[in-house]
């Protein structure tokens, strides 16, 4: 009767493995390959429990846990994890500058990536250096953009005080180009496995930190809303 089960379970999975192969691209095939043999696992431990059968019923438990894993419990509840993990952050690279935004407090850090401040962060510069390093950033718009985003959480009414030598700078209008997938991951501060519903909800958390609205960045803000479009496309 035990082994009638099995095999009726067995011709369930199959099937069900079946559709997803021929519907699937290859990295979702791989994670519903995971999914279905993580269940079918744990119901063949099912059966053996009913039976009596404990011995063989908890090592095939815990190894239909260990195959689903974290993505596979991830897929079974659609992709949304209910509670954020604390430590996430987002980054923004530019050619001159790279910015982190923590989750939990909003406290944005950066690193300059090039000129004369090359390799130190932010947090370490004086304000006569923050001033010449956003007049450096003068050629770039995008890193101009994001030092001042920067600057409007560390120094309020900096913007009376870095006054321009009335010099004319041409910004550079070029676009960056399309925001890659793994820059869009990187911007909302998710795993390149991460679902639709993960996708919203890290756009929300970000919106409330950053939207001009509530004091934050207009350049911010547009980059967040890029990466959920990115990403949201993709899916």
């Known amino acids: 009767m035990i082994y009638l ?17 021929v519907n699937a691209n290859p990295k979702e095939l ?8 993580g269940i079918l696992l744990i119901a063949i431990a099912a059966v053996f429990a009913f039976g009596g059968r404990f011995v063989f019923a908890i090592p095939l438990f815990g190894l239909g846990l260990s195959v689903m894993g974290l993505s596979g419990l991830r897929g079974l509840t ?41 390799g130190r962060g ?10 010449a390093f956003w007049r450096e950033t003068g050629q770039d ?28 700078r041409q910004r550079s209008a070029a676009s960056a180009g399309p925001m890659t997938d793994e820059e869009a991951y990187q911007i909302l ?6 679902g639709d519903a993960e996708i919203r909800a890290a756009h929300r958390r970000l919106m409330k930190r950053v939207h001009p609205d509530q004091g934050g960045s207009g350049f911010l803000a547009a980059k967040i809303n890029e990466a959920k479009d990115t990403l949201l496309r993709r899916h």
Do not use: C
């Open 5 to 21: 089960l099995i095999s009726g379970i067995l011709l369930v999975v199959l099937l069900a493995a079946g559709q997803a192969f």
């Open 30 to 37: 791989a994670r519903k390959l995971r999914i279905y043999g």
């Open 78 to 118: 659609g992709g949304y994890n209910p509670t954020k993990a604390s430590g996430q952050q987002s980054r923004v690279r530019t050619a001159m500058l790279e910015m982190e935004l923590d989750h939990d407090t909003g406290v944005m850090t950066g690193t300059v990536l090039a000129g004369g401040f090359q």
């Open 122 to 131: 932010l947090d370490d510069l004086s304000e006569d250096d923050l001033q």
């Open 141 to 168: 718009e995008q890193s101009q953009k994001l030092v001042e985003a920067y600057l409007d959480r560390r120094l309020a009414g900096w913007r009376e005080h870095f006054q321009s030598d009335g010099t004319d």
């Open 189 to 194: 501060g998710l795993s390149s496995d991460a």
